[in-house]
């Protein structure tokens, strides 16, 4: 069973169009929520780290919130720019886990 | 740019060959990961070092083996390659020994590896 589950797996917005992507995660105790922009051929760069509930963080556009069993990325008036794959990922509370990632969303924003 | 740095951006090779995957965490982080990422399976962890001491492990194959030097560099050695070894290897560094809550994980650029 995944821990991590994003979605959806793709996401085409026109430009201004705002949206929701969605990570949900089952661990026994959550240390952190890592979310990352990556774009193609580069590696992930990092957005935002969440650790309670009820959490939010914002970057520019972007907006990240994190309930008990999931987080949000809200993304307001995107920009052609902001097309990229957003990856999210949880440590777990207990012992130095690493941290295990979703598979992404790829965003698409249409000029 | 991250401030990590991978060597060689590109590597393609043939089926039973090894080579060696080099990467510099940022100026003052002791932790280096390795992570491959395919088409199918995302990204995975392979393997944690934090200052020089190997601390955790993925999936990561017996043919794969990694190494922390006193600088702090790290390289990943992959032998007797496959064709679904083809793949992006990201290094990533953090300050301290936990990814979370002491430090968000950087990533460097990645290596492509092809295997023919």
Avoid: M
Wanted: glycine share 10%; net charge negative.
């Amino acid at each position: 069973e995944d821990q991590v589950t994003q979605s959806p797996e793709a996401l085409r917005l026109q430009e201004g169009e705002s949206s929701s992507l969605n990570c949900s995660y089952t661990v026994s105790g959550l240390r952190g929520l890592f979310w990352y922009r990556q774009d193609p051929g580069k590696g992930p760069e990092f957005l935002f780290t969440l650790y309670s509930a009820g959490e939010e963080k914002e970057k520019e556009r972007l907006k990240a919130t994190l309930t008990k069993k999931e987080s949000f990325l809200h993304i307001t008036a995107p920009k052609p720019e902001d097309s990229a794959t957003y990856l999210c990922a949880v440590q777990e509370t207990y012992g130095n886990t690493p941290l295990v990632f979703g598979k992404g969303t790829r965003l698409s924003v249409i000029a | 740019d991250s401030g990590v740095t991978q060597t060689p951006k590109h590597l393609i090779t043939a089926t039973g060959q090894r080579v060696t995957l080099r990467c510099s965490p940022r100026s003052g982080d002791l932790s280096v990961y390795w992570y491959q990422q395919s088409l199918d399976q995302g990204l995975q962890f392979l393997i944690h070092y934090y200052n020089g001491e190997e601390r955790a492990k993925g999936n990561i194959l017996e043919r794969f083996s990694a190494q922390q030097f006193p600088d702090l560099h790290s390289e990943l050695n992959l032998s007797s390659l496959e064709l679904g070894d083809s793949a992006l290897y990201f290094c990533a560094s953090s300050v301290g020994l936990l990814a979370g809550g002491e430090g968000e994980q950087f990533f460097g650029p990645g290596t492509r590896l092809t295997v023919l």
